[in-house]
């Protein structure tokens, strides 16, 4: 029984880790692609600093 | 509705609704999740394992929500040339291939200790992978027309509007066909699963709902900052 339990938690466990990394990886990702263009278009509007290979 | 479409006053609408959305999601997301792994019981015939239900079944509804939504969003763009139509359908194809690969991942480690195997090619699982190839082929379809010019959003707009075709079967393909996966445990106004069960998934899905607008509002805020950089620099170029 205790057996069969440790097993049952270990798909519990792997399934949830999947799960939040790749939310966690979308968030972030979508996030970091956000700031990055409005600061992008900023930048060219003059509001802001040209970075390195923005033109 | 016709007012949202305007770019100016949905960037001004975004811009207080995405880390609203993003807040209130990831809270009641991880207050679903931790109830579920934490408080909620253990199923008499699944054990443990039922646990998995608090993740997959969200992801599931919004890797099929969000293909639902790009059909919404391709009708608009092609009968009412709404300008920000197009824009809301790309940015919804990534989240929605994301968490159909969630829902088959997930799904895949529940099937092992439940059904006693990762996979089966049966209506269920092979429509929802359909479902993931077909927000891959968006996707390329979609980076395509967009550096060919405007004119070929049409292509995209029109695989948007015929892939829905898949969602139905989805949904469907527990009842047409023998099946490994148990029927719908929820439908409108009822539900076959006790009350320390479902309470708790309703919460996770509402909480994943709200994530999945934040990461489409923010992944249209993108798309447009880049379409007025590039629009920008193309009239510095021609002065």
């Known amino acids: 029984m205790t057996h069969e339990a440790l097993n049952q938690w270990t798909y519990v466990i792997a399934a949830y880790a999947v799960g939040l990394a790749g939310t966690a990886a979308l968030v972030l990702q979508s996030w970091w692609a956000m700031r990055r263009a409005e600061a992008r278009r900023d930048a060219v509007k003059g509001k802001g600093p040209v970075r390195n290979g923005e033109s | ?239």
Request: net charge positive; glycine share 8%; proline share 5%.
């Open chain 2, 1 to 239: 509705m016709h007012g949202f479409a305007n770019p100016a006053r949905f960037l001004r609408m975004a811009r207080w609704l995405t880390p609203l959305l993003l807040a209130l999601g990831l809270v009641l997301a991880g207050t679903a999740l931790a109830w579920g792994v934490f408080v909620a019981p253990a199923d008499v015939l699944q054990g443990e394992t039922v646990r998995i239900v608090y993740l997959h079944v969200p992801t599931a509804w919004l890797g099929m929500g969000g293909w639902t939504a790009i059909a919404v969003a391709s009708l608009s763009e092609l009968v009412w040339r709404h300008p920000l139509a197009g824009i809301a359908a790309r940015a919804v194809a990534v989240p929605g291939a994301a968490f159909t690969a969630l829902c088959l991942v997930t799904g895949s480690v529940w099937g092992r200790p439940a059904w006693g195997t990762w996979w089966v090619w049966d209506g269920r699982l092979t429509s929802m992978l359909v479902l993931l190839f077909l927000y891959l082929a968006y996707t390329a379809l979609a980076d395509a027309a967009r550096r060919d010019g405007e004119g070929a959003s049409r292509v995209p707009a029109i695989f948007g509007l015929v892939g829905a075709v898949n969602i139905p079967i989805i949904h469907y393909s527990v009842l047409w066909w023998n099946s490994l996966h148990q029927p719908p445990s929820i439908a409108l106004g009822q539900s076959a699963m006790a009350p320390e069960f479902l309470v708790p998934l309703l919460v996770s899905t509402v909480g994943f709902s709200l994530l999945f607008g934040a990461l489409v509002l923010m992944r249209m805020r993108a798309i447009l900052a880049e379409q007025q950089a590039e629009a920008r620099l193309r009239r510095k170029a021609m002065a």
